[in-house]
């Protein structure tokens, strides 16, 4: 799904683009897609030699829930000493946050096509169960306990 925009970034700029061709949810949830896109980032990383790739200039790059793998294969190798580090992320507006689905950009944005509030819902509950049984509180903002909700108010808050 993927082939042409990545034949055009690596025309555009230049560059060696690796497409990762991860397991999708439901039919395999969470961390499937987690461990294939950490693997092949790993594999990479390790062989740029092989692939000619300047270790200096490794950047991930992902939309939507690759945006979120992204983001989270940039965050687990960010401590790793025996690899070279990623000189940066690129997130197309990524997934990152599946704690409050009621966040002013949900409301603001809840008449734009493509991926409206009660879709995203939906596809995070396929990523991380395999299951949207839970749909209705997910969206009512039910599902997270309210000592975990102040935990975490501090990265998702609408201030």
């Known amino acids: 799904s993927h082939e042409?925009?990545?034949?055009?970034?690596?025309k555009e700029s230049g560059s060696l683009v690796?497409?990762?061709g991860y397991r999708l949810a439901p039919e395999h949830k969470y961390p499937?897609?987690?461990?294939?896109?950490?693997?092949?980032?790993?594999?990479?990383?390790?062989?740029?030699?092989?692939?000619?790739?300047?270790?200096?200039?490794?950047t991930v790059c992902g939309d939507s829930a690759g945006g979120n793998l992204a983001a989270a294969v940039s965050q687990?190798?960010?401590?790793?000493?025996?690899l070279p580090r990623l000189r940066a992320q690129i997130l197309i507006y990524p997934g990152l946050q599946a704690l409050d689905?009621?966040?002013?950009s949900y409301h603001q944005n809840r008449g734009v096509p493509?991926?409206?509030?009660?879709?995203?819902?939906?596809?995070?509950?396929?990523?991380?169960?395999?299951?949207?049984?839970?749909?209705?509180?997910?969206?009512?903002?039910s599902h997270i306990p309210p000592d975990m909700r102040l935990k975490y108010r501090k990265w998702v808050s609408p201030d």
């Open 4 to 10: 042409r925009i990545c034949q055009y970034i690596a």
């Open 18 to 20: 690796m497409s990762v």
């Open 32 to 58: 499937a897609a987690y461990e294939d896109c950490l693997s092949a980032t790993q594999h990479f990383l390790q062989h740029l030699q092989h692939y000619g790739v300047d270790p200096a200039r490794v």
């Open 76 to 82: 687990t190798l960010a401590g790793s000493s025996d």
């Open 101 to 104: 689905f009621n966040l002013p």
């Open 114 to 141: 493509l991926l409206f509030r009660e879709r995203a819902a939906f596809f995070a509950l396929q990523y991380v169960q395999g299951d949207t049984s839970n749909l209705e509180e997910v969206l009512e903002g």
